[in-house]
C-alpha cells in the first residue's frame, strides 16, 4: 500500500487498507468491528462517500488501522480536510497536510499545483517573465495592470521554477516548460476556485480602467432548459478549446490576457 503522505482523500486510503487487507479475508464487517461500530456495513458507506467520518469515529478507525504518531496526524487533516464545510478550513487543513509530509521528507502531492492555481499572479508571471527577458521583479510588477508588488513577483517566480513551470535559462531570463499542469481531484478545484475568484475580481477591475478598445465584457440573461443547457456548456467548452488553439498559434506575443467564460444560474428551477 502507498505511504499515507500520498494520499488527499481519507476515503480513498481507508478502501486502499481494506483493498489490502482483503486479501488475507478481512471484510467490511471485520474492519467495522474492530472500529467499535455497531454497523457492520457504517465504514464501506464512509469509504464510498455515503457517509461522513465523525469526530467520535476518527480515532477508532485510525486504531483499527494502526496509525499511530504523525501517520495519525495525517489522518486527522485528511479527514478535516474532507469534511470542510467551507474553503478557509478546507486550505488549512490542506497547508497542514503539506506540512506534516515535508517534515517527514515524504513527496508531498499537488503541493505545487495548488500552489500555482491558488493566486492569479502565477499565471500571470508564467506568461509574462518570458516575454521580458533580464527583467527583474519590480521590472514585471509594473507592466501588470493590477496591483501586484515586486515581492510577490519574486515569490511566484521562485515557486514556477522550483516546480519546473518555468526554467531560468540565464540571469533573470525564463522560458516556459512544456509541464502540463495537473493535479488530483482532492486538492485542486480548491485552488482553482481561489483563483477564479481573484480573476473575477481584476475583471470588474477592468471594466473601470482598461480602454474599451482593448476588452470585451458582456453578458446575455437567458431562460433555459435543461437539455439547452447541456448544449451550452458544450459550446462554451469548444469555444474554450478553439481559443486556447489560437493562442497556441500567436508566434509574436507581446501582452499577457485573461479570458473568463462565466455561466452560471441566477434562479432555482421553477
Not at 2 to 28: A, H, L, N, V
Not at 170 to 196: C, D, F
Request: with cysteine; charged share 30%; aromatic share 8%.
Amino acid at each position: 500500500m502507498k505511504p499515507i503522505t500520498d494520499y488527499q482523500d481519507y476515503r480513498r486510503y481507508m478502501r486502499d487498507f481494506y483493498e489490502e487487507k482483503k486479501k488475507s479475508g478481512f471484510t467490511w464487517r471485520e474492519f467495522s468491528k474492530v472500529a467499535g461500530f455497531a454497523s457492520p456495513s457504517y465504514l464501506k458507506l464512509v469509504s464510498e462517500g455515503k457517509s461522513s467520518l465523525s469526530r467520535v469515529g476518527l480515532p477508532r478507525v485510525a486504531n483499527a488501522m494502526g496509525l499511530t504518531g504523525y501517520e495519525l496526524t495525517y489522518f486527522e487533516k485528511m479527514v478535516e480536510f474532507g469534511n470542510a464545510k467551507n474553503d478557509t478550513k478546507k486550505k488549512a487543513a490542506f497547508a497542514e497536510l503539506t506540512r506534516i509530509a515535508k517534515e517527514q521528507k515524504a513527496r508531498v502531492i499537488d503541493s505545487d499545483t495548488f500552489a500555482y492555481y491558488d493566486s492569479a499572479i502565477n499565471s500571470i508571471v508564467r506568461e509574462l517573465a518570458p516575454l521580458m527577458p533580464g527583467a527583474l521583479p519590480n521590472e514585471i510588477a509594473k507592466r501588470i495592470k493590477h496591483i501586484y508588488t515586486a515581492q510577490q513577483v519574486r515569490d511566484s517566480l521562485a515557486m514556477l521554477t522550483r516546480a519546473k513551470f518555468l526554467e531560468e535559462t540565464g540571469e533573470n531570463v525564463y522560458r516556459q516548460t512544456h509541464k502540463a499542469i495537473t493535479g488530483s481531484t482532492e486538492a485542486i478545484p480548491l485552488a482553482l476556485r481561489s483563483m477564479n475568484r481573484e480573476m473575477t475580481d481584476l475583471a470588474k477591475e477592468a471594466i473601470d480602467t482598461v480602454d474599451v478598445r482593448e476588452r470585451n465584457i458582456s453578458g446575455v440573461t437567458m431562460g433555459v432548459d435543461a437539455w439547452t443547457l447541456a448544449r451550452i456548456n458544450d459550446e462554451v467548452n469548444k469555444c474554450r478549446r478553439r481559443i486556447i488553439a489560437l493562442a497556441n498559434s500567436s508566434r509574436k506575443i507581446d501582452r499577457v490576457y485573461r479570458l473568463n467564460l462565466q455561466l452560471f444560474p441566477l434562479t432555482d428551477n421553477v
